[in-house]
């Protein structure tokens, strides 16, 4: 049996995304057994993290910087704006380097059943960036769920009147598949086949 303090520490590595009970005990051993080395650098790595993390006005994603190291990347593409769902999927494309682009991140989706309006996601700031012109392609990647859709389809109704080009991934990922999850073979093939909205 471990002390509280341990189990403690178990508990909280449990609550991450794909670690489970067990995974964490392993997790929590493995930093035991290396308690000099391993223990006081992800202290230190969690605690400049949690410190420096900040919002990016411009586009959502959450990094060390403002704007993020994407927002101001002069090799970036400024004429192509891709919007996601969540910093999770911007990463996720991010990390196909398929997209050269901007990105903009709603912070969710439109829900109905879970009471998510388009006046909670951050489609106003969507609208004044496209409105305020210089951009040439819009994508929507959204996920490929049933909320993932409406949003798109929302969105797509929204920017109807600019003079861009409005395109979508393909259809080609799985139904009810989320970004963050697939591989970036996928990804590529989506991001290469995308199409028109409309």
């Not at 992800?42 to 910087?65: F, H, K, Q, S, Y």
Request: with cysteine; charged share 25%.
């Amino acid at each position: 049996m471990a002390s509280q303090e341990i189990e403690a520490l178990a508990q909280a590595l449990a609550r991450l995304p794909g670690l489970g009970p067990r995974s964490a005990r392993r997790a929590v051993l493995w930093l035991i057994k290396r308690r000099d080395t391993a223990f006081a650098g992800l202290v230190e790595a969690l605690g400049t993290v949690r410190a420096a993390l900040v919002e990016c006005p411009r586009c959502g994603n959450i990094d060390t910087t403002s704007p993020c190291g994407i927002c101001a990347d002069p090799r970036r593409d400024a004429r192509a704006l891709c919007v996601v769902e969540d910093v999770a999927d911007l990463w996720a494309l991010d990390r196909a380097r398929l997209f050269t682009g901007r990105y903009h991140v709603l912070g969710g989706r439109l829900s109905a059943l879970d009471g998510v309006r388009p006046e909670d996601l951050s489609i106003a700031l969507l609208i004044e960036r496209v409105a305020a012109g210089g951009i040439d392609e819009v994508v929507l990647a959204m996920n490929a769920t049933l909320e993932g859709q409406t949003t798109a389809h929302y969105l797509a109704e929204r920017l109807e009147g600019f003079p861009i080009r409005l395109t979508q991934l393909a259809h080609g990922l799985p139904v009810g598949g989320e970004l963050d999850y697939l591989d970036e073979g996928t990804l590529a093939q989506a991001l290469r086949a995308r199409r028109p909205v409309g």
